[in-house]
């Protein structure tokens, strides 16, 4: 079946870090796939997404590009600041599917100065 | 522009008490879902409505139904609260089926003693 496999957190970085959340995909048609972004205590927003393969998306200094034949979509970020602390998670959607979403179990991120 | 909101943001339930989640967009969406959140489980889909006047199973519907009131609305019912549906609930919409993003609302913290 269609499924997200998302790295554990939590994960904890210095303020300028490089960022790398890895995720990878298995989907029986062709996915959507996604990063959503929770705050604490709020609800999840939309990060960056990529419909098809070899798209990049990018948004706020984080990327993740589209690998269809390493199944993988992960979210990176050159140099994170105190703001990106938050939990990420990683979602595909497949047409065929009503646009039901699968989400990943979330990455917890906290970034100290 | 208000996008998806949920009433009411906190409650706390007597084991075998009920009680409505309502959720609401103002993005004239026509597909609405309703997802728990867990710690270490990340969002799992309860149910959704591909459009108004349908209703579909999601991955965890027991103890759970579902009233697509209006293209607007779409509301989740506990008949029977238990101990095991203390959560975070989160209400979503999207334009479309296949692939389209999902707008989340701020959540519904359920605590059942």
């Known amino acids: 079946g269609d499924s997200v496999t998302q790295m554990e957190g939590p994960v904890t970085l210095s303020e300028e870090a490089f960022l790398t959340i890895n995720c990878t995909y298995t989907?029986?048609?062709?996915?959507?796939l996604f990063w959503y972004v929770q705050y604490p205590g709020e609800g999840l927003q939309l990060l960056l997404k990529a419909t098809k393969a070899d798209d990049k998306g990018s948004n706020k200094g984080f990327e993740a590009t589209y690998r269809k034949e390493t199944t993988s979509f992960h979210l990176e970020k050159g140099s994170v600041q105190v703001s990106d602390s938050a939990v990420y998670f990683c979602?595909?959607?497949?047409?065929?599917?009503?646009?039901?979403?699968?989400f990943g179990t979330g990455t917890s991120l906290t970034v100290i100065p | 522009n208000a996008g998806v909101t949920q009433t009411p943001k906190f409650q706390v339930l007597k084991t075998g008490q009920s009680m409505t989640l309502q959720c609401a967009q103002d993005m004239n969406h026509n597909s609405m879902y309703w997802y728990r959140q867990d710690p270490g489980m990340g969002l799992r889909l309860i149910y959704y409505s591909a459009s108004e006047g349908t209703t579909d199973k999601g991955e965890v519907p027991n103890g759970y139904n579902v009233s697509r009131l209006n293209k607007r609305e779409f509301s989740l019912r506990l008949e029977s609260a238990a101990p095991s549906q203390t959560s975070v609930y989160f209400c979503?919409?999207?334009?479309?089926?296949?692939?389209?993003?999902?707008?989340f609302g701020p959540g519904t913290r359920l605590l059942v003693l």
């Open positions: 989907a029986t048609g062709y996915p959507s």
């Open positions: 979503a919409s999207s334009r479309l089926q296949g692939g389209e993003t999902q707008y």
């Open positions: 979602a595909l959607s497949v047409s065929n599917t009503g646009n039901q979403f699968y």
